[in-house]
Nanobody
């Protein structure tokens, strides 16, 4: 089985920065892509950023230029550096990964429990 553990959330003021981390552990055979999503109260979950096994990064328009996604393959960890935060960034942030394990012979999506990011105006 696979577990995703997130860290780095918290309360920051407008214009501040945070770095989120998400480490995948378990019987991991390979990881195709790792992603970040977020969900604000009363709103739908939205995709924020993704990074492929080859290191190609993609961003939602709302965060491009402010957020940076990166990956450490040796640690099965993905990061999200968030700069110039504004109140619209307030949400629960979830990490997601498409992973094949040693015991299941296809890829499945795994999710972390989420970490709260609150930006105070």
């Amino acid at each position: 089985q696979v577990q995703l553990v997130e860290s780095g959330g918290g309360l920051v003021q407008v214009g501040g920065s945070l770095r989120l981390s998400c480490a995948a552990s378990g019987s991991i055979f390979s990881i195709n892509v790792m992603r970040w999503y977020r969900q604000a109260p009363g709103k739908q979950r939205e995709w924020v950023a993704s990074i492929t096994a080859a290191g190609t990064a993609n961003y939602a328009d709302s965060v491009r230029g402010r957020f940076t996604i990166s990956r450490d393959p040796a640690k099965n960890t993905v990061y999200l550096q968030m700069n110039s935060l504004n109140p619209e960034d307030t949400a629960i942030y979830y990490c997601n990964a498409l992973i094949r394990t040693y015991y299941i012979s296809d890829f499945h999506d795994y999710w972390g429990q989420g970490t709260q990011v609150t930006v105070s105006s």
